[in-house]
């Protein structure tokens, strides 16, 4: 996704713009750039990152620029975000942002080289650029629409030459909408992003082209026929479109599960081989000679990690440990280590410094994030992508689902080359994998009665989770998910590890989750707890004959392999305590104290 | 000009496959029934979308989102009761103040429908469609190019002009709507409120449409409104095709889709993304494959839906038939295809098709499936079985 926006005014441009991209950014922001007229050029800022990293440049180079520009954000799904690929792209004078496929633009390329063009990118975007140059005689609006002639695909484009007293957009099958104020014209990708400055919109139709100044906006089609201009008075609120109908992001990114582990093993898994195709960078030999993996990982990462400990050793015949990164303090240098760091955002500042350390030792390492060109993608070998998309809720959903995905499709890879799983069970490990965004989608549909027994159980004072086996680590998501954003104090515990110590804090007043997919060995754990009085809310597969007899509610997931249940329970405690929080009325979205991305040690 | 799309029934008679996911979700051409509404009206630049929700209200919100990928801005309208379809319009008082569409979201309408709608003039416009049918819609009486009178499911077989449930209205409906009395079946439905005001004498404009407008009576109806709807959208090959398979026609084949070599594909053929096909597998005309769909070496399928994450064997026949998400199909499952009648609800209808499998069904190997098999959501069935007429969700067939 990306998004496009534009000002022309009496104020500064860039502000506006900076401002207008941020509203945005939920649409996506690994890579940002402003394009605004000053003097007799124009002022290009663009880099692969955060917006706020490129205002504060903009800031440290004294507010360049007049009241014209343009803007970009953008979330790379497949293809590095870079500088050069960033938005806006320059020929000559013109600069110029773009939201859409150009479908021709290797013909358009290979005919604007030979006429003179050198390209600095490989975007698409960038030969609409040129072209709209070859076009330019001193008439900015004549020469988009002479451009947008030999163009096939879609657009929504801004255009900023240094000579034209006005800017152009034009649009096709994308997204854009123009918004007047008083003495400005505002032009975003999509209304809420205008809110603040206008309630005044037009929305621009498709095939049509705008000539946009501050006082007034012209608007024709292809051929130059006007066409009138119809303002709109929005009457909804700046937040409630983003949400896309649900109340809260988390809940929007919970039910995003089946699509993310679907973008995540998408294109990677072949299963006529029963192998998986990753850019891991380091040669079968090299994995067929490790000994041992260290993964470093901090909060909901570090559970992922933790299961990884367990799937590593068994499909891959290799010791793990795994540790958190923030005491991450002696590193034991072992020449056959593999490294592997755990990051949504690639920005952790404790796991970054641990990888550095790990770098100048000279080991071998991997990182597993979702933020394309991010900084740990630089430190390491090779990079494993989770494909979500922004996650907005502080609370990690989607992203920690596709980081277990992302474990599995490593742990078969590592298996496969050191020949410890053959390929047939490699294949039948995928097979099961492709069934797992339907399951997830049968585990979203218990939504109801997941809510139920949270909304019995929103007054708990203490909530307890145990698991065993793959299932340990997913006790501790949930105490913590439970933690976070219900703020209600919890446990997570191995199942054999209860009756060492915390057996004693059971009473009828502290609810248990049992996460009981994973082996049989769960239900005298259960019995242990029941007998003290305490409420089991047990989640355990289907058609489980005696789990009914020891728990007290039975929430029934769909039957897999045990590494796989462990992404069912995951959704199922994620629902249980976004329902527990949503009943005690809580900042689901944005718990206290608490930020998305820790940037600091 | 807005629109308001009704989207907050199941669809009941669509069963077994909206045990999972209301109608307007089921995908015909490969893309569910709403998102060809939301192109229609796209492409006549309505893009200020009402969508009422309720029956499996997330699987629409998860799809559609915030409607920025279809070109359009989506704002949900929840109906909590599923009390009829008067009473889910009025859930958009408030939000339209000129005149305004109201469409299914759970029938295929094309661009030109839409455009005969709203370039008529009149305050009250129905889009009607002159065709023959089993009586499951409602008849518009027309004199003089004004509706006299509508007959509300006649239920015997007849032709005339039926009302496809589109409208234009001005906004002085929600002030009908408010009126509408509660019918025998306990809802508010829209038709009462338009007799009302027929009654009343005010002005119907019927709007005879030459574009496309089709409907899904029953799960096993999909086909055919899949085979108009495979017509509407241009086929394009992204995925990768090997040397040695063989594509007549207008196929499409989405990107990270794999179609492996000795495969013989014939247009009108539609398949998503990440499918990975053959080695040898033959599609005939008027087939959607969803996206992640993986079919086994030297099986057939035709006029057939097959949605994603489904999983076909080998040496398979399937044909006339619809594949729910998930499924997981042994190698040698035949379906059989022929005129059969269906029991429904104590009734019996005739209908001609394969089978129907709703999401999630587990099929063993060297399974038969005789005309007319409709299984339920989740059921499995065991290796070497025949199996016929209806197996309700979550059962196990044994043998």
């Known amino acids: 996704m990306c998004g496009i926006v534009a000002y022309i005014g009496d104020q500064l441009a860039g502000p506006i713009l900076f401002d207008t991209l941020k509203r945005l950014e939920y649409r996506g922001y690994d890579s940002v750039g402003v394009a605004i007229k000053s003097g007799n050029g124009i002022e290009v800022l663009k880099s692969a990152g955060r917006i706020a990293d490129l205002e504060k440049v903009y800031q440290s180079r004294g507010c360049p620029g007049e009241s014209m520009g343009i803007g970009h954000t953008r979330w790379a799904t497949h293809g590095r975000p870079s500088d050069q690929n960033a938005h806006p792209h320059t020929s000559g004078e013109i600069a110029i942002v773009h939201n859409g496929i150009i479908e021709n633009y290797l013909v358009l390329r290979e005919k604007l080289i030979k006429s003179g063009y050198e390209f600095a990118s490989e975007t698409d975007s960038e030969a609409l650029a040129h072209l709209i140059h070859s076009h330019y005689r001193g008439d900015l609006y004549a020469a988009v629409r002479a451009a947008l002639e030999d163009v096939d695909g879609s657009y929504a484009v801004a255009v900023l030459a240094a000579s034209s007293p006005y800017l152009v957009c034009a649009r096709k099958d994308s997204p854009l909408v123009l918004g007047k104020g008083a003495s400005a014209v505002y032009v975003a990708s999509d209304v809420p992003a205008l809110l603040p400055y206008t309630k005044d919109v037009i929305r621009m139709k498709d095939g049509e082209v705008a000539r946009i100044f501050a006082d007034r906006v012209e608007i024709t089609d292809r051929s130059g026929q006007p066409r009138e201009a119809q303002v709109e008075r929005i009457n909804w609120s700046a937040d409630a479109a983003e949400k896309g109908g649900y109340t809260h992001f988390m809940l929007k990114e919970i039910h995003e599960q089946p699509r993310a582990i679907r973008e995540t093993i998408a294109g990677r898994i072949s299963e006529i081989e029963g192998d998986v195709r990753l850019d891991l960078r380091i040669s079968d030999e090299e994995i067929r000679g490790l000994e041992r993996v260290t993964i470093i990982a901090c909060g909901t990462s570090y559970h992922a990690g933790m299961l990884a400990k367990n799937l590593f050793a068994r499909a891959a015949g290799l010791p793990v440990d795994v540790e958190v990164a923030s005491e991450f303090l002696n590193l034991q240098v072992r020449p056959r280590n593999l490294l592997l760091g755990i990051t949504q955002s690639g920005e952790t500042a404790d796991t970054l410094l641990a990888l550095k350390k790990a770098k100048t030792c000279g080991l071998r390492s991997l990182a597993i994030t979702n933020v394309l060109g991010s900084t740990v993608a630089e430190l390491v070998d090779g990079t494993i992508y989770t494909r979500c998309g922004p996650e907005i809720g502080v609370a990690a959903t989607k992203t920690f689902t596709s980081q277990l995905v992302a474990i599995i499709l490593l742990a078969v890879r590592l298996g496969r080359a050191r020949g410890h799983i053959t390929p047939d069970q490699g294949r039948k490990m995928l097979i099961e994998l492709t069934k797992l965004p339907g399951l997830v989608q049968r585990v979203l549909e218990k939504r109801e009665e997941i809510r139920e027994i949270a909304e019995l159980y929103a007054g708990a004072s203490c909530y307890f989770f145990i698991g065993r086996d793959y299932l340990y680590p997913i006790s501790l998501e949930g105490a913590l998910k439970m933690k976070e954003i219900a703020y209600i104090p919890s446990e997570g515990y191995a199942g054999g590890e209860l009756k060492h110590g915390p057996l004693a804090l059971i009473t009828d007043k502290t609810p248990v989750v049992a996460l009981a997919t994973c082996g049989k060995k769960i239900q005298s754990n259960i019995k242990e707890v029941s007998a003290r009085g305490a409420e089991v809310i047990a989640f355990a597969t289907e058609g489980d004959p005696d789990i009914a007899k020891v728990a007290s509610h039975v929430i029934e997931l769909p039957q897999t392999q045990p590494i796989y249940s462990a992404v069912l329970c995951t959704v199922a405690v994620q629902l249980l305590s976004y329902y527990t929080a949503n009943k005690l009325g809580l900042p689901i979205d944005k718990p206290r104290n608490l930020a998305k991305c820790v940037t600091v040690e | ?399």
Not at chain 2, 37 to 46: C, F
Not at chain 2, 261 to 267: A, N, T
Not at chain 2, 372 to 382: E, F, L, N, P
């Open chain 2, 1 to 399: 000009m807005k629109a308001v799309i009704l989207a907050a029934g199941e669809g009941r008679r669509c069963r077994p496959l909206t045990q999972t996911r209301s109608k307007v979700m089921l995908p015909v051409g490969n893309r569910p029934f709403m998102e060809h509404v939301i192109s229609a009206l796209a492409a006549n630049d309505i893009r200020d979308l009402y969508i009422v929700v309720g029956y499996q209200k997330e699987r629409v919100m998860d799809y559609f989102e915030d409607g920025l990928d279809f070109g359009v801005k989506i704002t949900y309208l929840e109906q909590n009761e599923l009390l009829g379809t008067a009473h889910a319009l009025r859930k958009a008082e408030g939000y339209v103040n000129e005149q305004f569409l109201v469409v299914n979201g759970d029938n295929l309408i094309d661009a030109r429908a839409v455009k005969e709608l709203i370039s008529s003039r009149g305050e009250n416009v129905i889009l009607a469609a002159l065709r023959q049918h089993s009586g499951d819609y409602g008849v518009l009486m027309v004199q003089q190019e004004r509706v006299k009178a509508i007959i509300e499911k006649p239920g015997r077989p007849c032709s005339g002009i039926l009302n496809t449930g589109a409208y234009k209205f001005s906004p002085a409906i929600f002030e009908d709507l408010r009126h509408t009395p509660l019918s025998e079946r306990g809802s508010y439905e829209m038709t009462q409120t338009l007799s009302q005001m027929i009654a009343e004498g005010r002005e119907f404009v019927p709007v005879i449409s030459k574009g496309i407008w089709s409907d899904a009576i029953f799960a096993w109806d999909l086909l055919s409104a899949n085979n108009l709807a495979l017509g509407m959208k241009d086929a394009n090959i992204s995925g990768e095709i090997e040397v040695g398979a063989i594509i007549k026609g207008p196929v499409g084949v989405g990107k990270g889709s794999i179609i492996r070599s000795g495969s013989y594909l014939v247009g009108p053929v539609s398949i998503g993304e990440d499918c990975d096909i053959g080695p040898s597998v033959t599609v005939l005309p008027s087939t959607s494959i969803g996206d992640s769909v993986r079919i086994g070496s030297h099986s057939e399928v035709r006029n057939s839906i097959i949605m994603s994450d489904a999983r076909i064997g080998s040496a398979s026949i399937i044909s006339d038939s619809v594949v729910g998400a998930s499924c997981t199909l042994g190698d040698q499952l035949v379906i059989e295809t022929g005129p059969t009648v269906v029991d429904w609800e104590d009734a019996f209808e005739r209908a001609e098709f394969g089978a129907v499998f709703a999401d999630d069904v587990t099929v063993g190997s060297r399974v038969l499936a005789f005309p007319g098999t409709v299984v339920g959501t989740g059921a499995r069935i065991g290796s070497g079985t025949s199996i016929r007429g209806w197996i309700e969700r979550e059962s196990r067939v044994i043998s």
